[in-house]
């Protein structure tokens, strides 16, 4: 590294321009570029000229560092004050401009004039310019680049916006899709919920609370129904608490008459399916939905009180499709209590009045099932014999229904056919079984007979699997007739039925009955007998003698006040007092029986289950 130094001496204007003018000569010896040249001389005035503000003298140091190595050399440019023996670095203010090469023939160029440096200096402004109108030419077309870019970007975010406004269509039209797709998943699982509670039952009253309870207050504030039977007109309404109405709408009028459904309301609904109606009278301020409830022909209207929110189109698909199953099930109740009322009305035909003979007194219940098909397989009944003896009989068809009513009238017939020989109880259920056997192969019964003598201590009896008889003795102690009973009649087993005898003096009872009155579900049947064993000890004598129909429902209640039945119950109750006039003794029963001892077991303790099958001797 060499270096060359020029030093000038500052005390006027004009020494500070030829100082300017000896940098120039430098810098443009040196080949600085125009733009580098005119920033260092433009600095370099400025200091010069802030010096000669301050007054003094100065010293302009102009040294050239050379690069040996290189090609290149840097111009250092110090200004200090003259009185100064050393330059003072703090202050030394130092200006560096670049060179491209070392300054040709440097100190030894003769310096410019004043005037050469002032033309200098506006060639410097010239070249300064000259370049500036260059790069604003650059900056303009980066600016027509720059304005086409941000239009471009101004369209990608339009582009970007319309984009994700779509989007955004898009992710609502989804999540109203799946909305309603779970609205309608929602309608659907009630519509099969409302069906299967609807189908459920087979009572029209219960069927129309539970629809009262289904729809109110979600599907409807409350609803009214208005039904109709073949012999005439019935109304029964139900609102939210199953309160009768009177009244019936315009609508539902119409949906009668026209058998469509009709919609009354302040405005049109368009509901699919449904007529429009002006507002109704009864409710002015809340929209009414009349649904025309049909099967294979009109049975009613169900009139709907709108909710808050109204009805809207999917909702009413529902409750129109609703009433449509509502029909259907309001129709199978009513075929269903017809035939109940058919086969009840057969059953109690066959029904006895119970004779009065001398030294007895009877009394006798029949009670259907509370719910459920199960009428028609039991019966009582009770006829005196050409010798004078009574019969008592007591008997259960297994089956319900019609043919059950039937098939316990043919038995009634020919255990009243069989009795005119005065044949003992064992010898007519021998001939029952045997024709039930051969007549009717797929139904059963079971049966009781008891033979009351005039005058006779004891009552002859026998069973066909049919639940023991439950006896009362003149000192109010109760016991069961538990010897084993025969199978059950229709059995496809050869049987003869043996005869028992048991102890009966006057003041003495006995109770027949059908399982329906001492079966429960879960527990077994002796519990039932026990209880019923209690209810008879609790019956007073003089009850039993002079009001034996009280006695009668003194042994039901205990036994079904907090019970629904499955099945019928019959209970027959026969009572011996001492005659009012002398009886005539028939001959003694010639026939082998097997008789009960008096001290046969009391009821107060467990009874044995005595429904199992008994022993029958087989006549080869």
């Given at each position: 590294?060499?270096?060359?130094?020029?030093?000038?001496e500052?005390a006027s204007?004009?020494?500070?321009?030829?100082?300017?003018a000896d940098?120039?000569?430098?810098v443009?010896?040196?080949?600085?570029?125009?733009?580098?040249?005119?920033r260092f001389?433009t600095a370099l005035t400025a200091?010069l000229?802030?010096?000669?503000?301050?007054?003094?003298q100065w010293?302009l140091?102009l040294?050239?560092?050379r690069?040996?190595?290189g090609?290149g050399?840097?111009?250092?440019a110090?200004?200090?004050?003259?009185?100064s023996?050393?330059?003072?670095p703090?202050?030394?203010?130092?200006?560096?401009?670049?060179?491209?090469r070392?300054p040709?023939?440097?100190?030894?160029r003769?310096?410019?004039s004043?005037?050469?440096?002032l033309?200098r200096?506006?060639?410097?402004?010239a070249a300064?310019?000259s370049?500036?109108?260059?790069?604003?030419i650059?900056?303009q077309?980066h600016g027509?680049?720059?304005h086409?870019?941000?239009?471009g970007?101004l369209a990608l975010?339009?582009?970007?916006?319309?984009?994700?406004?779509t989007?955004?269509?898009?992710l609502?039209?989804?999540q109203?899709?799946r909305?309603e797709?779970?609205?309608?998943?929602?309608?659907?699982t009630?519509?099969g919920?409302?069906?299967?509670?609807?189908?459920?039952?087979l009572?029209?009253?219960a069927?129309?609370?539970?629809?009262?309870?289904?729809?109110?207050?979600?599907y409807?504030?409350?609803l009214?129904?208005?039904?109709?039977d073949?012999?005439?007109?019935?109304y029964?309404?139900?609102?939210?608490?199953?309160?009768?109405?009177?009244?019936?709408?315009a609508?539902?009028v119409?949906?009668?008459?026209?058998?469509r459904p009709?919609?009354?309301a302040?405005?049109p609904?368009?509901?699919?399916?449904?007529?429009?109606l002006?507002p109704?009278?009864?409710?002015p301020?809340?929209?009414?939905?009349?649904?025309p409830?049909?099967?294979?022909?009109l049975?009613?209207?169900?009139?709907?009180t709108?909710?808050a929110?109204?009805?809207?189109?999917?909702?009413?698909?529902?409750?129109?499709e609703?009433?449509?199953?509502v029909?259907?099930?309001?129709?199978?109740?009513?075929?269903y209590?017809r035939?109940?009322?058919?086969a009840?009305?057969?059953?109690?035909?066959?029904?006895?009045?119970?004779p009065a003979?001398?030294?007895?007194v009877?009394?006798?219940r029949?009670l259907?099932?509370?719910?459920?098909?199960?009428?028609?397989?039991?019966?009582?009944d009770a006829?005196l014999q050409?010798?004078?003896?009574?019969?008592a009989v007591?008997?259960d068809?297994t089956?319900?229904g019609?043919r059950a009513?039937?098939?316990?009238?043919?038995?009634?017939t020919?255990?009243?056919?069989?009795?005119?020989e005065?044949?003992?109880?064992?010898?007519?259920?021998t001939r029952?079984?045997h024709?039930?056997?051969?007549?009717?192969?797929?139904l059963?019964?079971?049966a009781?007979?008891?033979?009351?003598?005039?005058?006779d201590?004891?009552?002859?009896?026998?069973s066909?699997?049919?639940?023991?008889?439950?006896?009362r003795?003149?000192?109010?102690a109760?016991r069961?007739?538990?010897h084993?009973?025969g199978v059950?009649?229709?059995?496809?087993?050869?049987?003869?039925?043996?005869d028992?005898?048991?102890?009966l003096p006057?003041?003495s009872?006995?109770?027949l009955y059908?399982d329906g009155?001492v079966?429960?579900r879960?527990e077994?049947?002796?519990?039932g007998i026990?209880?019923l064993c209690?209810?008879?000890e609790?019956v007073?004598?003089?009850?039993?003698?002079q009001?034996?129909?009280?006695a009668?429902?003194?042994?039901?209640?205990?036994?079904?006040?907090d019970s629904e039945?499955a099945?019928?119950?019959c209970?027959?109750?026969?009572?011996?007092?001492?005659?009012t006039?002398?009886?005539r003794?028939a001959?003694?029963?010639?026939?082998p029986?097997?008789h009960?001892p008096?001290?046969?077991?009391?009821?107060r303790g467990s009874v044995e289950?005595t429904?199992r099958?008994?022993?029958?001797?087989?006549?080869?």
């Open positions: 590294m060499t270096e060359t130094t020029h030093v000038r500052i204007a004009a020494d500070a321009a030829r100082a300017r940098a120039d000569r430098i443009t010896d040196g080949g600085a570029p125009a733009l580098e040249r005119a001389l200091r000229s802030r010096s000669l503000g301050q007054g003094g010293r140091l040294r050239v560092e690069d040996t190595g090609e050399a840097l111009l250092c110090s200004l200090t004050s003259a009185g023996c050393a330059p003072d703090a202050e030394t203010h130092t200006l560096t401009c670049p060179l491209p070392p040709a023939r440097a100190g030894r003769a310096a410019l004043l005037p050469e440096a033309l200096a506006d060639e410097d402004t300064v310019l370049l500036l109108d260059a790069q604003q650059l900056v077309l027509e680049e720059l086409q870019t941000n239009q970007v975010h339009s582009d970007l916006e319309a984009a994700a406004r989007q955004r269509e898009l609502e039209a989804e109203r899709a909305a797709a779970e609205r309608a998943r929602r309608l659907l009630f519509l919920d409302a069906s299967a509670a609807i189908a459920s039952s009572n029209h009253t069927i129309l609370r539970r629809l009262s309870d289904l729809l109110v207050p979600d409807a504030d409350h009214d129904v208005w039904l109709f073949e012999e005439k007109d019935r029964e309404g139900y609102d939210e608490h199953a309160r009768p109405v009177r009244e019936h709408s609508a539902a119409a949906a009668a008459r026209t058998g009709q919609h009354a302040d405005r609904a368009a509901l699919p399916g449904v007529d429009d002006p109704s009278a009864l409710s301020r809340r929209p009414l939905l009349a649904v409830l049909t099967a294979h022909r049975l009613g209207v169900l009139t709907l709108a909710p929110s109204g009805f809207d189109a999917d909702t009413c698909v529902m409750l129109l609703l009433a449509r199953r029909g259907v099930a309001l129709d199978h109740a009513h075929h209590e035939y109940r009322d058919t009840e009305a057969l059953q109690r035909a066959q029904l006895t009045d119970l003979p001398p030294g007895l009877a009394a006798a029949y259907p099932a509370t719910w459920g098909m199960n009428i028609g397989g039991d019966w009582y006829f050409p010798d004078g003896s009574l019969l007591i008997g068809v089956g319900h019609l009513a039937v098939v316990m009238g043919q038995l009634r020919a255990l009243r056919a069989y009795a005119v005065n044949a003992t109880p064992g010898e007519i259920l029952l079984h024709m039930l056997r051969h007549l009717q192969p797929e059963y019964a079971t009781m007979i008891a033979r009351f003598r005039p005058g201590p004891q009552v002859l009896w026998a066909a699997g049919h639940p023991p008889a439950v006896v003795d003149v000192d109010g109760v069961v007739l538990d084993k009973p059950m009649l229709g059995i496809p087993l050869p049987c003869v039925y043996p028992h005898r048991a102890d006057a003041g009872s006995l109770v059908t009155l079966e429960r879960g077994g049947i002796d519990a026990g209880r209690r209810a008879l609790a007073s004598t003089s009850e039993l003698e009001d034996p129909d009280a009668a429902d003194a042994l039901l209640k205990p036994l079904l006040h039945r099945d019928d119950v209970l027959l109750l026969c009572h011996t007092v001492q005659p006039a002398p009886a003794h001959e003694a029963d010639r026939s029986v097997h009960e008096p001290g046969n077991r009391s009821c289950d429904r099958e008994g022993e029958c001797s087989d006549r080869t």
